[in-house]
């Protein structure tokens, strides 16, 4: 039971460029999200799902795209990396316990 | 609209003191609160939630709804404590989302 799983740890991008930051957990959870970490302003949703074929947005959704094909991945997909978006992110997920549990982070930057 | 408020960005205190981080919201029906903390550049890691009414590493949180606080409090702080605290709310009004507080550093010095 490997929890919730991030990939990649870093990333360094130029402006412009696109990526996907993946995402992946095994605990059968209905719940994900996407979260960004900058200092001095928490942590802020970007994206979430409620379930497998349904997403929705968040506080911080511009810029990013998710879908959520099947209930164990929900990818990150930065269309044209700005240097804005240069931020610690966070996948979670959350079951019927009610808690989220959180994935180890990617750190981006966008040069 | 559904907030959650750290007062505090950065508190600090020394080893042995007692230490309370505030945390305040703003929901609209019956809200399920958890605080939530972070070690140096690791992953967010739950330290309580209020249903449980647990106590973790010398930590307890009371649901105040009265106040609309849910604080967090140490009777004596040790330097292991040091990290970011993160109150967050539970909006099932709002599919479920994660609502966060902006966070207060814990500092405990020697």
């Known amino acids: 039971n490997a929890g919730v799983t991030q990939t990649p740890k870093f990333q360094v991008l130029k402006t412009g460029q696109s990526m996907t930051l993946q995402c992946a957990q095994d605990m059968n959870h209905e719940y994900m999200s996407w979260y960004r970490q900058d200092p001095g302003m928490g942590l802020r949703l970007i994206h979430y799902s409620v379930g497998a074929g349904i997403t929705d947005q968040g506080e911080v959704p511009n810029g990013y795209n998710v879908s959520r094909s099947t209930t164990e991945d929900f990818p990150l997909r930065l269309l044209s990396a700005a240097p804005s978006q240069t931020s610690v992110y966070f996948c979670?997920?959350?079951?019927?316990?009610?808690?989220?549990?959180f994935g180890s982070g990617t750190r981006l930057t966008v040069v | 609209a559904q907030r959650v408020t750290q007062p505090e960005k950065l508190l600090s205190v020394f080893k042995g003191a007692p230490v309370e981080l505030k945390c305040n919201y703003s929901?609209?029906?019956?809200?399920?609160l958890f605080w939530y903390v972070q070690y140096s550049r690791q992953r967010l890691q739950l330290l309580l939630r209020?249903?449980s009414r647990e106590s973790i590493k010398g930590f307890t949180a009371d649901l105040n709804k009265g106040e609309t606080s849910f604080h967090l409090k140490k009777p004596f702080a040790q330097e292991e404590d040091s990290a970011m605290y993160y109150c967050?709310?539970?909006?099932?009004?709002?599919?479920?989302?994660?609502?966060f507080g902006q966070g207060t550093e814990l500092s405990v010095k020697p």
């Open positions: 929901y609209s029906g019956s809200p399920e």
């Open positions: 979670a997920s959350r079951g019927t316990e009610k808690g989220y549990t």
């Open positions: 967050a709310l539970l909006a099932y009004n709002q599919g479920g989302k994660l609502i």
């Open positions: 209020h249903i």
